[in-house]
Structures are given as C-alpha cells and as structure tokens.
C-alpha cells in the first residue's frame, strides 16, 4: 500500500508539473523532484518498518517440527533473559529523529523552490542541508549499528527441545478475555513438553489458535494421524494464501465478474500490492523461517533408513487400536472421555476377572 500512496503521489506531481508547463511554456521538473523526494522521505520508512516488523514476527515464531521416524517433536524455546533495550533509544526518541531527518532534507529543497534568490545563495543552503543531513545519518547509522549488534549479542537465544512423541502432553483450552466492555472467547491447542523436576509446568511450549474445541480436535487427530500412520492418511494441504491460489482465484474472478465490477476488483488489487503481497509472504514461509533453523535442527531432521525407524510402544499400540475400533463403532471423540483412562480401566477389568477365576478355583478346589 505505501508503495501504491508512493506512485499516487508521484502522478500528482508529474499532473502539476504538467499543468505549469502548460501555463507558461517552461518546463522545470523541480515540483516532480521535491514532491518525489519528500513522499520517498515519507513513505519508505513506514513501509519498511511494516517489512521488517513481518520479518521480526516469523522470527520470533519457529515452527514446531515432528520427525516419524525417530517419532520425536521438536518444539522451540527462547533461553531465559531480559531483551536487551537499546540505550537512549525509544519511540519518543525515534519519532524526533525521523522529524529530524526530515527537517533537514527540506531544508536542502527549500531553496529550489526560492526563485528570487542568487544562484551563490541556494547552492550555500543546500550544501548546508546536505552535510548537516551527512552528519546526522552517520551519527544515527553508527548508533545503530552499534546497538543492534549488542542487542544480538545479549537477546534471549533460540533452542530446540527434542522430545519423545508418545510422551508429548497436549490440550486444548478456551480462554475468555474480559475487557471494558466486552468479553471474547477463543479456544488453543497447546502442545507442551513438561519440565523434568516439575511435570505441572512446561519447558517449552507452543499454542495454535484453533477458533472451537472440535476444530482443535480436529487438527489434534491429523498431528497423530501423521505420526501414525503418514502424510497419507492426512488430508491434503490448503491452498489458501499462496500465490498460485491468489492467481487462479483472478482468473476465476475475470470469468465471474462483470467488466466494471472486475476492474474495481483490479484497481484494489493494485492499491493494496497483494499480488507483491503474496510474493513477500511466500519468501518468509520457504527461506526466512528457515534460516533461523539451528544447525543441529537441520541434522537432526534428516530422514533415516527404514531399519533405524523408532517403533511406537505397546501402551500406545493398544491405545491406537481401541481408538480405530471406537471410530468404526460410529462414535466421536468427544464423546469417548478421557483417552488417558482407558489403558488403566482396561488393567482394571483384567485384574477383576483374574480375580474371579482364582476364587472360582479355590472354591473348585
């Protein structure tokens, strides 16, 4: 959007340098300049800032990844730690400089819009503006630079936790927000690996906003069903968000839509960037997320030889089955209670039935 606002800005500009060529015959492509300069000045820093805010949040959200062979999960977890605050360094601070920056860069232009002054004079303004401009972006890159590097240096540090799949505790949970004056519900599947000294609490954790507790379910049966039994017994993967999906859902659209409702459609498009949109969004999914992949990550992610792959245990086994059979009987998870109990119930009706034959023996006897 702030590149689209960018090249609004520069037709309005190009519009008025027309309309003064057309007024007295002279073309000055001054307007263009200033206009061009001030909306680059204006509108690049707000639409990198946004850039690099998306670059931080896909950072800062690694994936959670399964591996069924080894039938192991791997969950991220930051080191523990304060995030490092830059010194002399906050909103406050940043909106001045940026106010600043720009001060000074119209300073520099000012004197091009001054057309009574001598040549000596303007060209000493804008060598002015210029170097204090100079000093300013070499005090500020440098302070940044800096400071940027410490705060890599002393920000909290990402670590991967491996941990037995058949072991891992997930749950889904609903949770109500309550505001001034309203009140909002959402519901998470939480995957959690427990502490080794206290099993109430989690070593690292990662939720999935999942909008109703059948849908977390839902999304908890796939995760199983691909450790289980495959990605073939998973349903295939939503298109939705890629960039093959957008541009087929532009061809269907120009097959639908009449002339007018389609360019207004296209004149959106443009203005937001989305196809641009999908482009940057596709880069963060395939290349971004994963270089900030520890190296031990990658090696541990590698496939194995059939003859190495990890077997589930029998608990679990026997488990799976009852669950298979349950299902084939019609009924839902929902309405089989707790999957924990079921392995200690089923022990239990063994132990009574052992304990009747013993009885009847004796009595036999």
């Not at 001054?114 to 890159?141: F, Q």
Request: net charge positive.
């Amino acid at each position: 959007m702030f590149l689209s606002l960018f090249g609004l800005m520069m037709v309005f500009a190009l519009l008025v340098t027309l309309d003064a060529y057309l007024d007295d015959g002279t073309m000055t492509w001054i307007p263009l300049s200033v206009v061009g300069g001030m909306n680059l000045l204006i509108t690049a820093p707000w639409g990198l800032y946004l850039h690099f805010l998306g670059n931080k949040a896909i950072k800062e959200s690694p994936p959670v990844r399964f591996h069924r062979q080894r039938r192991e999960v791997a969950m991220p977890r930051w080191t523990e730690g304060q995030a490092f605050k830059l010194p002399l360094w906050n909103d406050t601070v940043a909106g001045f400089t940026y106010i600043g920056v720009l001060f000074t860069v119209g300073w520099a232009l000012t004197p091009f819009m001054n057309e009574y002054s001598s040549t000596e004079y303007r060209n000493s303004l804008v060598l002015d503006g210029l170097v204090l401009l100079g000093i300013e972006l070499l005090v500020i890159g440098t302070y940044l630079f800096i400071a940027l590097r410490l705060k890599k240096k002393h920000d909290p540090k990402l670590v991967y936790e491996i941990y037995p799949w058949d072991k891992l505790v997930a749950y889904i949970e609903t949770k109500h927000n309550i505001g001034p004056g309203l009140m909002a519900a959402h519901t998470v599947l939480t995957l959690a690996i427990p502490k080794p000294d206290d099993p109430e609490s989690a070593l690292a954790a990662a939720s999935i906003n999942v909008g109703h507790e059948t849908a977390g379910l839902a999304q908890w049966e796939c995760i199983r069903q691909f450790m289980e039994n495959g990605p073939g017994a998973c349903p295939d993967p939503k298109e939705d968000e890629t960039l093959a999906h957008y541009k087929a859902k532009c061809r269907q659209a120009r097959k639908e839509m009449a002339l007018l409702p389609w360019l207004g459609k296209k004149v959106g498009d443009w203005f937001f960037q989305r196809y641009l949109a999908h482009i940057i969004t596709e880069r963060r999914i395939k290349s971004l997320a994963l270089k900030r992949l520890p190296e031990e990550l990658k090696a541990w992610s590698a496939p194995l030889p059939k003859e190495q792959w990890a077997q589930p245990s029998e608990a679990l086994q026997n488990l799976n089955q009852q669950l298979t059979r349950a299902y084939e009987r019609g009924l839902r998870f929902t309405q089989m209670g707790p999957v924990s109990e079921w392995q200690a119930g089923r022990e239990e009706k063994r132990q009574q039935k052992r304990g009747k034959g013993r009885f009847r023996a004796r009595a036999s006897s």
